[in-house]
């Protein structure tokens, strides 16, 4: 969850005074990114829901349909806290289950379906193969006979 990384950033960037529409659009981003987020943690078999739910919690308070409207100081320390969260939600190996047992399962299942492919594959040049050899010597038995 990486991409989690874009909206801590633009959280931190909210800090500096910028104008009205760069909050705008900051709402937009961090709200957007993190309920796709919380999205993905509760679509997987992830037995830690809570992130799932403290993303869901900034999405509200950076909802930019219906916004919050707080202070400048109280805006700054939501947005230290949001970035703080987001970069260990993104550094953190348990939020999805994307556990080694799962990559490995489907390496093999890959492998397997390779080696199926290329056994029938050899399978089929062989086929052609003799087909091709069969069809040039009778070429050449219908050449012989045509030539007396």
């Known amino acids: 969850m990486k991409y989690l990384l874009v909206p801590a950033g633009v959280a931190l960037a909210a800090i500096l005074p910028l104008p009205i529409d760069a909050y705008h659009l900051v ?17 997987s078999k992830n037995i830690e ?4 739910a403290i993303l869901l919690v900034i999405v509200f308070v ?10 400048r100081g109280t805006w700054v320390i939501i947005d ?21 047992g799962e990559v490995d399962k ?16 050899d399978g089929f040049a062989r086929r052609l193969l003799m087909s091709s050899i069969v ?11 045509m030539e007396k």
């Open 106 to 121: 489907l390496k093999l299942k890959a492998t397997e379906t390779i080696e199926k492919i290329e056994k029938n594959g």
């Open 80 to 100: 230290i806290v949001v970035a703080g969260f987001l970069i260990w939600v993104s550094f953190d190996p348990r939020v999805l289950d994307n556990s080694e």
């Open 135 to 145: 069809t040039l010597v009778a070429i050449g038995i219908v050449i012989l006979v």
């Open 62 to 71: 950076f909802n930019p349909l219906i916004p919050l409207y707080l202070t």
């Open 27 to 43: 709402r937009w981003i961090v709200a957007g990114v993190c309920a796709f987020g919380a999205y993905e943690i509760f679509q």
């Open 49 to 52: 829901k809570v992130k799932g």
